[in-house]
């Protein structure tokens, strides 16, 4: 499993707790995480697509 997949399957866990002790702290930290796992997933696409590329 990726970096990317892991970082968005914790913020989901965290924004799922959050939402269900209205903690939104824990909340929006969840999101974060969430945004951070889909960056990490394109940044590893772009990083393959350039291999290909090269080789």
Avoid: F, P, W, Y
């Amino acid at each position: 499993m990726s970096d990317g997949t892991v970082d968005k399957a914790k913020g989901r866990i965290k924004e799922a707790t959050g939402a269900l002790t209205g903690d939104e702290k824990l909340k929006n930290e969840g999101k974060l995480d969430q945004a951070a796992g889909t960056v990490k997933d394109a940044a590893e696409s772009v990083i393959d697509k350039i291999k290909k590329a090269i080789d």
